[in-house]
Nanobody, 121 residues
Framework: QVRLEESGGGSVQAGGSLSLPCVGSADGMPCNAWFLQRPGKEREGVAGVLFGSTPFYADSVKGRFTISEDNAKNTLYLQMNNLKPEDTAMYYC?????????????????WGQGTQVTVSS
């Protein structure tokens, strides 16, 4: 059974930084990603990485967010810098069961419980 647990969310002022770790047991699932969801909106992709490949990002976070993995610790990270009020959302860690590794679809992902990030202006 796959288990994913995010932490590290909180409140920060615009321009600040947060680091979100996600500890998981997703052996055999080489594609991992972060998604966000704003109230009343659909969940959308933020950053993803296929093991051994170059990470990919939503245009809105390029140059500000970095996704990385520490496989020895079974941990996926999202480093968020220069945060903006529009980054305010619930952030979810995800592991792909199968299919194409991308941020375009929410299908076939296993989800964590989420961690709230709030950015004030």
């Amino acid at each position: 059974q796959v288990r994913l647990e995010e932490s590290g969310g909180g409140s920060v002022q615009a321009g600040g930084s947060l680091s979100l770790p996600c500890v998981g047991s997703a052996d055999g699932m080489p594609c991992n990603a972060w998604f966000l969801q704003r109230p009343g909106k659909e969940r959308e992709g933020v950053a993803g990485v296929l093991f051994g490949s170059t990470p990919f990002y939503a245009d809105s976070v390029k140059g500000r967010f970095t996704i990385s993995e520490d496989n020895a610790k079974n941990t996926l990270y999202l480093q968020m810098n220069n945060l903006k009020p529009e980054d305010t959302a619930m952030y979810y860690c995800a592991a792909l069961r199968g299919g194409r590794c991308s941020l375009d679809s929410r299908e076939n992902y296993v989800w964590g419980q989420g961690t709230q990030v709030t950015v004030s202006s």
